[in-house]
């Protein structure tokens, strides 16, 4: 049989215990029924919580009472030859495992492991109940779920009996664990509980702190984080919520990130308005990676991050990496969980810079050198953004050249320019704008910059602001255009009738007038001007091959692909992926893309 090292675990615990404050006071000194009279007393002056082993016809006789098939799992069959039964102080449980006390749950009739596996009710129906005495917490041992190894699953239950077991473990062994880390954990506030277990895992967390500056790998020093907070060792919990919060990646709202960059900042400070802020190299960084991420170059943000992470500081002993970049609106979405990873292992402050400390693991920062959000195309609008989600019905967007957002802003809205907002955010700033019963149609648009000179405006989801009405255009975008060019686009995806066909609008203009461009609308193209070859829209959207009278008139998604991959290859417009999918752009209320009401006449209208 295997041997299982129980002996300097439980004399650990014991020894805990017993030189713990007011251990004398807390432990009854009754006798433990069933148990030769042994007491806590007993206990407290032999360091020891548990009892005399139970020798080999001692085990046997318990295997032979439960059932006539029954060998109990490897662990607690050890265990109990180092001692019959456990009193483990300050968990909720006063005694456990014990040859005479332990019994099937509910049916203390002898039965065989078959016949409990083939009970009902789940886990309650078959399980092997070692609490002997507690204050309702249930130690229970599964013969339904049996590992490699031979071992039962084990459960801590502190519910109600038959609800779902809360806390599994792989063996009775890692239960047991479990409640040594809860007796420390109930302690940790305990004045003057110090012992030997509470010093290691002090030293234990100081040098994963330190190995965490200097770059190696996270999950083991995670690991040293999680058990000792479990213990409940007052700094493994604030330097465990930094280390998870960067794996996380994304921006945070209202979780709790541990000591922010910016003290004292705290929770309350986490809002739109919240700027992150470095000293030094990195905070300058910070700076010019927060201007790139604005106008939607958010892979640019990165890599001036990533250049200049070994360059951060720590504020104290507490802080291990800027997990205040998380809180910053603009920063916060650029930092993905293999972002947040690379900062991790990427040495840092006087720690990662000491020569000792290596080079780290050579984590990607990635993506290539240079690499821009401008490469990302216009393509990527007709994919769907994942297996599981669904394209948005429409969406339509500007581009300007030879001005800069700002200005685009003023050019197309009726309203200073916004605070940066996601996608799911758009919806708000349109509400606190014109209120839930607003008559005004509600086009917000978010403003950004891309390569070679281009300023855009982006609305996705337009179908529920605007219909595409191709004879009331106010030619927003057209106007836009004044002392310089615009490329605008109206996509509609249709459905799946004819009343509702999908249509494509495109608008080349210079200097405020329109010079040429088409619109497809179901099976209808228009087009005015001279167009380039690679923008010819018969090309681009084939006439529709028949498809019965169950076809419908939605916009086919490999022509719009084609129509947007032309539109890239010959202006060099894109729009960022991702700062428009998850990053924050500044917003803009437009004025009206389509005329409505006495002036929509039919007439095409240019804005004022």
């Given at each position: 049989?295997?041997?299982?090292?129980?002996?300097?675990?439980?004399?650990?615990?014991?020894?805990?215990?017993?030189?713990?404050?007011?251990?004398?006071?807390?432990?009854?000194?009754?006798s433990?029924?069933?148990?030769?009279?042994?007491?806590?007393?007993?206990?407290?002056?032999?360091?020891?919580?548990?009892?005399?082993?139970?020798?080999?016809?001692?085990?046997?006789?318990?295997?032979?009472?439960?059932?006539?098939?029954?060998?109990?799992?490897?662990?607690?069959?050890?265990?109990?030859?180092?001692?019959?039964?456990?009193?483990?102080?300050?968990?909720?449980?006063?005694?456990?495992?014990?040859?005479?006390?332990?019994?099937?749950?509910?049916?203390?009739r002898?039965?065989?492991?078959?016949?409990?596996?083939?009970?009902?009710?789940?886990?309650?129906?078959?399980?092997?109940?070692?609490?002997?005495?507690?204050?309702?917490?249930?130690?229970?041992?599964?013969?339904?779920?049996?590992?490699?190894?031979g071992?039962?699953?084990?459960?801590l239950?502190?519910?109600?009996?038959?609800?779902?077991?809360?806390?599994?473990?792989?063996?009775?062994?890692?239960?047991?664990?479990?409640?040594?880390?809860?007796?420390h954990?109930?302690?940790r506030?305990?004045?003057?509980?110090?012992?030997?277990?509470?010093?290691?895992?002090?030293?234990?967390?100081?040098?994963?702190?330190?190995?965490?500056?200097?770059?190696?790998?996270?999950?083991g020093l995670?690991?040293?984080?999680?058990?000792?907070?479990?213990?409940?060792?007052?700094?493994?919990?604030?330097?465990?919520?930094?280390?998870?919060?960067?794996?996380?990646?994304?921006?945070?709202?209202?979780?709790?990130?541990?000591?922010?960059?910016?003290?004292?900042?705290?929770?309350?400070?986490?809002?739109?308005?919240?700027?992150?802020?470095?000293?030094?190299?990195?905070g300058?960084?910070?700076?010019?990676?927060?201007?790139q991420?604005?106008?939607?170059d958010?892979?640019?943000?990165?890599?001036?991050?990533?250049?200049?992470?070994?360059?951060?500081?720590?504020?104290?002993?507490?802080?291990?990496?800027?997990?205040?970049?998380?809180?910053?609106?603009?920063?916060?979405?650029?930092?993905?969980?293999?972002?947040?990873?690379?900062?991790?292992?990427?040495?840092?402050?006087?720690?990662?810079?000491?020569?000792?400390?290596?080079?780290?693991?050579?984590?990607?920062?990635?993506a290539?050198?240079?690499?821009?959000?401008?490469?990302?195309?216009?393509?990527?609008?007709?994919e769907?953004?994942?297996?599981?989600?669904?394209?948005?019905?429409?969406?339509r967007?500007?581009?300007?050249?030879?001005?800069?957002?700002?200005?685009?802003?003023?050019?197309?809205?009726?309203?200073?320019?916004?605070?940066?907002?996601?996608?799911?955010?758009?919806?708000?700033?349109?509400?606190?704008?014109?209120?839930?019963?607003?008559?005004?149609?509600?086009?917000?648009?978010?403003?950004?910059?891309?390569?070679?000179?281009?300023?855009?405006a982006?609305?996705?989801?337009?179908?529920?602001?605007?219909?595409?009405?191709?004879?009331?255009?106010?030619?927003?975008?057209?106007?836009?255009?004044?002392?310089?060019?615009?490329?605008?686009?109206w996509?509609?995806?249709?459905?799946?009738?004819?009343?509702?066909?999908?249509?494509?609008?495109?608008?080349?203009?210079?200097?405020?007038e329109?010079?040429?461009?088409?619109?497809?609308?179901?099976?209808?193209?228009?087009?005015?001007?001279?167009?380039?070859?690679?923008?010819?829209?018969?090309?681009?959207?084939?006439?529709y091959?028949?498809?019965?009278?169950?076809?419908?008139?939605?916009?086919?998604?490999?022509?719009?692909?084609?129509?947007?991959?032309?539109?890239?290859?010959?202006?060099?417009?894109?729009?960022?992926?991702?700062?428009?999918?998850?990053?924050?752009?500044h917003?803009?209320l437009?004025?009206?893309?389509?005329?409505?009401?006495?002036?929509?006449?039919?007439?095409?209208?240019?804005?004022?």
């Amino acid at each position: 049989m295997k041997t299982y090292n129980w002996r300097p675990f439980l004399e650990r615990w014991s020894a805990d215990w017993a030189g713990s404050p007011g251990a004398r006071a807390r432990e009854s000194t009754q006798s433990v029924p069933g148990l030769g009279g042994a007491s806590a007393a007993d206990a407290l002056r032999e360091r020891w919580l548990g009892f005399a082993g139970a020798d080999p016809g001692r085990i046997g006789a318990l295997e032979e009472r439960l059932g006539p098939d029954v060998l109990l799992p490897p662990t607690y069959r050890s265990f109990l030859a180092v001692t019959d039964g456990w009193r483990p102080a300050g968990t909720g449980v006063d005694l456990l495992g014990t040859t005479e006390g332990t019994r099937w749950y509910g049916d203390p009739r002898p039965h065989g492991l078959q016949e409990a596996r083939e009970a009902g009710a789940g886990v309650w129906g078959r399980a092997l109940l070692l609490s002997v005495e507690s204050d309702g917490t249930e130690v229970l041992l599964d013969p339904g779920e049996v590992n490699a190894d031979g071992e039962w699953a084990a459960y801590l239950h502190r519910g109600r009996p038959g609800d779902a077991p809360e806390e599994r473990y792989e063996s009775f062994m890692e239960l047991m664990q479990a409640l040594f880390r809860s007796f420390h954990h109930r302690n940790r506030n305990t004045p003057g509980f110090e012992n030997d277990t509470t010093r290691e895992l002090d030293a234990e967390v100081e040098e994963a702190r330190l190995a965490c500056l200097r770059g190696e790998a996270v999950e083991g020093l995670l690991k040293v984080f999680t058990d000792a907070e479990e213990c409940g060792r007052p700094r493994a919990r604030g330097l465990r919520v930094q280390m998870g919060a960067l794996l996380s990646g994304g921006r945070t709202r209202d979780r709790e990130v541990g000591p922010l960059d910016d003290p004292p900042a705290g929770l309350e400070s986490v809002g739109r308005t919240f700027r992150y802020e470095a000293p030094g190299p990195f905070g300058d960084a910070v700076d010019a990676a927060r201007e790139q991420a604005r106008w939607g170059d958010t892979d640019a943000a990165w890599h001036t991050l990533a250049a200049a992470v070994a360059d951060w500081e720590p504020y104290g002993d507490e802080h291990i990496a800027p997990v205040g970049l998380l809180a910053d609106p603009l920063l916060g979405p650029v930092i993905t969980p293999e972002r947040g990873r690379y900062l991790l292992e990427t040495p840092r402050g006087a720690e990662g810079r000491d020569p000792a400390a290596g080079t780290g693991h050579g984590v990607d920062a990635g993506a290539e050198d240079g690499a821009t959000s401008w490469d990302d195309g216009l393509a990527w609008l007709a994919e769907e953004p994942s297996p599981d989600s669904e394209r948005d019905g429409a969406y339509r967007f500007v581009f300007v050249r030879g001005v800069p957002p700002e200005e685009l802003a003023d050019r197309i809205g009726r309203g200073p320019l916004l605070a940066p907002a996601d996608e799911a955010e758009v919806a708000e700033v349109a509400e606190a704008r014109f209120g839930p019963e607003g008559e005004e149609r509600r086009a917000v648009a978010r403003i950004g910059r891309c390569g070679d000179g281009w300023s855009f405006a982006y609305e996705s989801r337009v179908d529920l602001v605007d219909p595409f009405l191709p004879d009331r255009l106010t030619g927003l975008g057209e106007s836009a255009s004044k002392g310089g060019e615009s490329v605008t686009v109206w996509c509609e995806r249709g459905g799946q009738l004819p009343a509702t066909p999908g249509a494509f609008h495109l608008s080349y203009a210079e200097d405020g007038e329109r010079v040429y461009g088409f619109t497809v609308r179901g099976e209808e193209i228009e087009q005015w001007g001279e167009l380039p070859d690679s923008l010819d829209p018969e090309e681009l959207f084939p006439e529709y091959e028949e498809e019965g009278d169950e076809g419908g008139a939605g916009l086919d998604p490999d022509d719009e692909y084609e129509a947007l991959d032309a539109l890239f290859e010959e202006f060099g417009i894109s729009l960022p992926e991702f700062a428009i999918r998850h990053g924050r752009l500044h917003t803009v209320l437009t004025r009206p893309w389509i005329l409505y009401g006495a002036q929509g006449d039919g007439v095409r209208q240019e804005p004022s």
